[in-house]
């Protein structure tokens, strides 16, 4: 075993070593919420379940506040999306092919809402919403979603326009194509795998999005991030678990199926100021 340990190298074994450590604080965690959400009974010092059952997903799913807050939050991220869309890829564009004052500045300001604590923003924000009558309110909590977006919808796409050569452009422009046809045919398309990775994060963001939505929508509004904490305080840990699941799946398969889109340059280019 030494011999083999020596024939690995020091650089290696290291490797190995933090592999692990990555494996077990970040599928540990994940395996352990896997065996409550399907255990029908597990007591301490016991390794495994004494047996598996379905009833605490039976019991999740019979409860109404969660059933509708697991709709509830698809609606209220899926219209976030198409909206963030209809809004911020035209801005994105702009920003990427015409050269106009403050450019930068303007699209630097979409940073803001990331910079700085969270629910001192959303405080702000409400005590405005009030004001308009927004409180409690699906365009409320649409709001206050899209604001929390802007940045992924705006850079992402701006770098993704960015990365498509003027010269494709052109040649398109040279054999008699109007600028919608080039739009539609040739910026789009190419453009169109950091469009999908921006929408996939404003999704996800969108459905994980708790303080602002428990600000604004409560007690009208309830996703499935607030009622988590109900869930997590009134309800057994087996519920919990399958709950967190619930909340979680989206997120690892629609990164999944993002996998081909998202690239080092897509990501990187996509928080570059040029």
Not at 19 to 31: I, K, R, T, W
Not at 70 to 88: D, E, K, M, P, Q
Not at 126 to 155: P, R, S
Not at 235 to 257: D, M
Request: net charge positive; with cysteine; proline share 5%.
């Amino acid at each position: 075993m030494r011999w083999y340990l020596k024939a690995l190298g020091p650089r290696k074994v290291i490797e190995f070593i933090l592999l692990v450590v990555f494996v077990v604080f970040f599928l540990g965690p994940l395996l352990n919420l896997a065996i409550l959400a399907f255990t029908g009974k597990w007591s301490y010092p016991d390794i495994i379940p004494h047996e598996w059952s379905l009833k605490w997903w039976k019991f999740v799913f019979q409860q109404q506040d969660i059933a509708k807050s697991i709709g509830l939050s698809f609606i209220i991220a899926s219209i976030v999306t198409a909206l963030s869309i209809v809004l911020c890829i035209p801005a994105a564009y702009a920003f990427a092919r015409i050269r106009f004052p403050l450019s930068r500045f303007f699209l630097f300001s979409f940073l803001l809402t990331h910079a700085f604590p969270k629910m001192g923003l959303y405080v702000s924000i409400a005590v405005l919403f009030y004001k308009l009558g927004l409180m409690n309110t699906l365009l409320g909590v649409v709001l206050i979603h899209i604001i929390n977006v802007l940045m992924f919808m705006t850079w992402i796409p701006t770098a993704a326009f960015r990365n498509v050569h003027t010269a494709q452009e052109e040649s398109a422009r040279d054999v008699g194509a109007s600028p919608f046809r080039v739009f539609r045919s040739i910026t789009l398309p190419m453009a169109m795998p950091g469009i999908l990775v921006a929408s996939i994060f404003t999704f996800l963001n969108s459905l994980d999005e708790a303080q602002g939505t428990f600000l604004v929508g409560i007690p009208n509004y309830k996703t499935m991030p607030v009622v988590m904490y109900s869930i997590i305080s009134d309800y057994p840990a087996y519920a919990g678990a399958v709950f967190s699941i619930i909340l979680t799946a989206p997120t690892v398969i629609l990164l999944l199926a993002a996998q081909r889109f998202v690239s080092a340059d897509i990501m990187s280019s996509g928080f570059q100021l040029k």
